[in-house]
């Protein structure tokens, strides 16, 4: 394939070499004329291992050149990836200025060019940054629409620095975000050789997926910091401990717990969460992560009443009250939160759930639920049709399959509010989710 890679810093030099050294025809593009004359004799602009070997490689093999001449690698490539930086502003905001000048430049080229080209976005950029900039600044200055004229996709990279050569040959997983199929085709042709999955998505999921890896890394080095620090103020060596926390793969590393939803409750989770905390500041250690999950764990109750309450409406079911499915434990359930909360508001509330009825009755949880909330079981209706019916706004809280039929088919004339993730797709009409 003919690429032509514009921006030869840290991504875009990697992007070169491995692409060169698998065979395809790579340009480089810079401003930076110093880094262009580097490219063009085999030389690294980049301090990275092994990176210099493929560049001279590529350069041998006729594969590889450096230019500053925009409108020539446009029109000597079929495919355009975007490598520019995105450093930050001093509110934190992504500087633009120079994709916005690549951009421009890119689309005047492209002007000129009757066949058909692809803009892949490889920079790092905020979620709405390709629909909302990119793309009017490329069809602007091209005269051309975006996905007919010229193809646009998003193809964000996961190099760790002092070893991108690794990471670009062995990926935990290629994702290509496309406007256009036809982007998304050649894309997935370009990396088909790559022993990883390929996940194709729209331009907007693929821009966060970026954001939530790398938030994801920053948040397990930041807690993994904070556990170490709380086990040295105690006398043990903090890595023993995730050492052996990391061996477990069926909860501690895995996708159970990463699925965005409701908040956390329960006997233990909210309970741990706040003594360990409590101890590290009898200890005087600073856990300002750990010390957060309350406060954004309450934030999520608010979040779903929130959503309750911007309807125009007064009658609400609620599906479910222990804090999970399959259970009558109603400890610190954050959906006997939300009751409160609404019934705080003077909303007509009803509720369901059927473990929680049979534990009034007969469960060990008898004593809690007439001694601790009797203002809340007093609501619960052991007919789920009745709830439903008398209902304008049914919130599914927890994950009792028999809630499942009413995310799946909506009773006429009511809102469905998801805070379990039964529904098939994002919110739309008479269903919305809490986080999707």
Same mark, same amino acid.
């Given at each position: 394939?003919? $690429?032509?890679? /514009?921006?030869?810093? &840290?991504?875009?030099?990697?992007? =070169?070499?491995?692409?060169?050294?698998?065979?395809?025809?790579?340009?480089?593009?810079?401003?930076? =004329?110093?880094? *262009?004359?580097?490219?063009?004799?085999?030389?690294? @602009?980049?301090?990275e291992p092994g990176l210099e070997e493929l560049l001279q490689q590529g350069i041998r093999a006729g594969l590889l050149r450096g230019t500053t001449d925009v409108a020539e690698a446009i029109r000597d490539s079929e495919l355009s990836m975007l490598c520019v930086g995105t450093p930050s502003k001093k509110n934190g905001d992504l =500087?633009?200025? /120079?994709?916005?000048?690549?951009?421009?430049?890119?689309?005047?080229?492209?002007?000129?060019?009757?066949?058909?080209?692809?803009?892949?976005?490889?920079?790092?950029?905020? @979620?709405?940054?390709?629909?909302?900039?990119?793309?009017?600044? $490329?069809?602007?200055?091209?005269?051309? !629409?975006?996905?007919?004229? %010229?193809?646009?996709?998003?193809?964000?990279?996961?190099?760790?620095?002092?070893?991108?050569?690794? +990471?670009?040959? /062995?990926?935990?997983?290629?994702?290509?975000?496309?406007?256009?199929?036809?982007?998304?085709?050649?894309?997935?042709?370009? &990396?088909?050789? $790559?022993?990883?999955? *390929?996940?194709?998505?729209?331009?907007?999921?693929?821009?966060?997926?970026?954001?939530?890896?790398?938030?994801?890394?920053?948040? !397990?080095?930041?807690?993994?910091?904070?556990?170490?620090?709380?086990? !040295?103020?105690?006398?043990? +060596?903090?890595?023993?401990?995730? +050492?052996?926390?990391?061996?477990?793969?069926?909860?501690?590393?895995?996708?159970?717990?990463?699925?965005?939803?409701?908040a956390f409750g329960g006997s233990c989770l909210p309970k741990d969460v706040r003594a360990l905390n409590y101890r590290a500041s009898q200890l005087d250690v600073e856990t300002p992560l750990i010390a957060s999950l309350m406060h954004s764990n309450d934030a999520q109750v608010l979040h779903a009443f929130d959503i309750i309450t #911007?309807?125009?409406?007064?009658?609400?079911?609620?599906?479910?009250? #222990? /804090?999970?499915?399959?259970?009558?434990?109603?400890?610190?359930?954050? $959906?006997?939160?939300?009751?409160?909360?609404?019934?705080?508001?003077?909303?007509?509330?009803?509720?369901?759930?059927?473990?929680?009825? &049979?534990?009034?009755?007969?469960?060990?949880?008898?004593?809690?639920?007439?001694?601790?909330? @009797?203002?809340?079981?007093?609501?619960?209706?052991?007919?789920?049709?009745?709830?439903?019916?008398?209902?304008? *706004?049914?919130?599914?809280?927890?994950?009792?399959?028999? %809630?499942? #039929?009413? =995310?799946?088919?909506? @009773?006429?004339?009511?809102?469905?509010?998801?805070?379990?993730? %039964?529904?098939?797709?994002?919110?739309?009409?008479?269903?919305?989710?809490?986080?999707?």
């Open positions: 394939m003919r $690429l032509s890679i /514009f921006g030869l810093g &840290y991504v875009g030099a990697v992007c =070169a070499g491995c692409l060169s050294s698998r065979g395809h025809e790579v340009i480089g593009v810079d401003i930076s =004329a110093t880094k *262009i004359d580097l490219i063009n004799n085999g030389k690294s @602009p980049i301090v =500087a633009l200025h /120079f994709i916005e000048s690549v951009c421009a430049q890119i689309g005047v080229a492209l002007r000129e060019k009757s066949a058909w080209h692809g803009v892949v976005v490889r920079s790092t950029v905020l @979620p709405g940054t390709v629909k909302n900039f990119i793309i009017p600044i $490329l069809e602007e200055c091209s005269g051309k !629409k975006a996905g007919v004229d %010229f193809g646009v996709a998003v193809n964000p990279e996961f190099l760790r620095e002092s070893t991108a050569i690794k +990471d670009y040959n /062995f990926p935990p997983m290629t994702v290509i975000g496309e406007l256009d199929s036809r982007s998304g085709d050649l894309l997935q042709d370009l &990396y088909q050789e $790559l022993d990883a999955p *390929i996940v194709r998505k729209s331009i907007e999921v693929a821009e966060m997926i970026k954001y939530t890896c790398n938030v994801w890394h920053a948040t !397990k080095v930041t807690f993994a910091n904070e556990i170490g620090n709380i086990a !040295k103020a105690v006398g043990v +060596d903090g890595r023993e401990v995730m +050492d052996v926390v990391c061996q477990d793969h069926k909860l501690n590393l895995s996708k159970y717990y990463m699925r965005p939803g409701f #911007s309807y125009d409406k007064r009658k609400v079911a609620l599906l479910g009250l #222990s /804090f999970k499915a399959g259970t009558d434990d109603l400890r610190e359930s954050p $959906l006997v939160e939300l009751a409160e909360m609404l019934i705080g508001k003077g909303f007509d509330l009803r509720i369901y759930d059927h473990n929680v009825e &049979y534990a009034r009755v007969n469960g060990a949880n008898k004593d809690y639920i007439e001694s601790k909330i @009797p203002h809340v079981s007093s609501l619960l209706d052991s007919d789920l049709q009745r709830v439903i019916e008398h209902a304008e *706004i049914i919130v599914l809280g927890n994950g009792d399959e028999r %809630f499942r #039929s009413v =995310a799946e088919q909506v @009773p006429d004339g009511k809102q469905v509010v998801d805070l379990v993730g %039964f529904m098939a797709h994002a919110s739309e009409g008479n269903r919305e989710g809490i986080c999707w």
